[in-house]
């Protein structure tokens, strides 16, 4: 019973940590969908996030990480370059892409693919014990699958509304100016494509930073690094896609709003607090959080927004939750074997 109460406290911590990084995403989904009305360009949003990120962050990096007995060679240089390019780079410019060429509800559902995924590679490269004829083992896989059929249920299926909108007139209307056309198929099919790519790249980037924090523990630094190489990678493209100076010119307005929280919250400190999740408990776990976000992102687009909840998004929420339940529970069993050498 001692170790099982041991086991459940080395999960609080990440727990709370991970819901707040998709409590700070939802709030950046708002944001974005605010900025973009206003005319934020995405390459150069990209740009101003990770560089302000890497102003914030680098100070702190140097204080807490300095003294730790580390050695950042050649090698591990490359692999967080790498990290910047899947997880910054690619992911978050091939994302925004495809969703000039989709709807909204193919971006929200593709990015719950990303839990299934990462299952996937993890098992693959043994970053993940699963043994299904185990009750543990049985419900990591059950609650996998509960979680991104939950996922599908919020995004696909609507029914009636079980809600009045908070407000009688939203307080924020994104919606008058933008039209009504249609896509056609094959712009659809380039969308998609683009928003698959996106989340592979982040999956591989969840794969690939639980192997670098197994040989340099200093999550700070690596947080650092990755905005740092991210902010040359994603302007070296800017400047070739857009080069217009008007679009990086700055004002008090939503769009400078978007990138300081962005910078400060979304690549600062999420970055820094999922890199930590992972050296503890693996990518498995970190991306399992990730559908969690839709239901954040439905509650705040009722409040700012005024939009209603149907009762296909109650029952989704209550099936992320229970399958991300299920995994956690599946996961307590990792911290009661011996620890790996």
Not at 124 to 134: H, Y
Not at 188 to 195: M, R, V
Request: with cysteine.
């Amino acid at each position: 019973m001692a170790r099982a109460g041991v086991s459940m406290r080395k999960l609080y911590g990440p727990c709370a940590a991970m819901v707040l990084v998709y409590i700070a995403y939802g709030g950046s989904h708002i944001l974005v969908k605010i900025a973009s009305n206003k005319g934020l360009n995405p390459l150069v949003f990209i740009v101003y996030r990770h560089f302000i990120a890497f102003l914030v962050l680098a100070p702190f990096a140097y204080l807490i990480d300095r003294n730790k007995p580390t050695s950042l060679t050649i090698s591990m240089t490359i692999n967080i370059f790498l990290l910047a390019i899947l997880g910054s780079t690619i992911h978050l410019n091939l994302f925004y892409a495809g969703i000039s060429y989709t709807s909204p509800i193919v971006t929200s559902t593709f990015n719950n693919i990303i839990p299934s995924l990462t299952f996937v590679m993890a098992f693959l490269f043994r970053l993940e014990r699963v043994n299904i004829r185990t009750a543990r083992g049985g419900a990591k896989v059950l609650g996998t699958i509960t979680c991104i059929g939950g996922s599908f249920v919020f995004t696909f299926w609507k029914g009636p509304y079980v809600t009045k909108g908070i407000f009688k007139e939203p307080l924020i209307d994104v919606y008058k100016n933008q039209g009504c056309g249609h896509r056609s198929g094959e712009d659809w099919i380039k969308g998609s494509a683009l928003i698959v790519v996106s989340e592979v790249a982040w999956s591989a980037w969840l794969i690939l930073l639980t192997l670098v924090t197994r040989k340099y523990p200093a999550q700070l630094t690596i947080t650092v690094l990755i905005c740092l190489f991210a902010t040359a990678q994603s302007g070296f493209l800017a400047l070739i896609f857009a080069r217009d100076l008007e679009k990086w010119k700055l004002h008090w307005d939503a769009r400078l709003l978007t990138i300081v929280y962005c910078g400060v919250v979304i690549s600062g400190a999420g970055y820094f607090l999922q890199t930590w999740c992972i050296s503890r408990n693996g990518p498995v776990f970190t991306s399992m959080f990730n559908p969690l976000m839709l239901i954040f992102v439905a509650i705040f687009s009722a409040f700012v927004f005024s939009e209603r909840l149907h009762v296909g998004s109650l029952v989704g929420a209550f099936l992320i939750i229970l399958g991300l339940y299920l995994v956690l529970w599946g996961k307590k069993a990792d911290h009661e074997v011996a620890p790996e050498p």
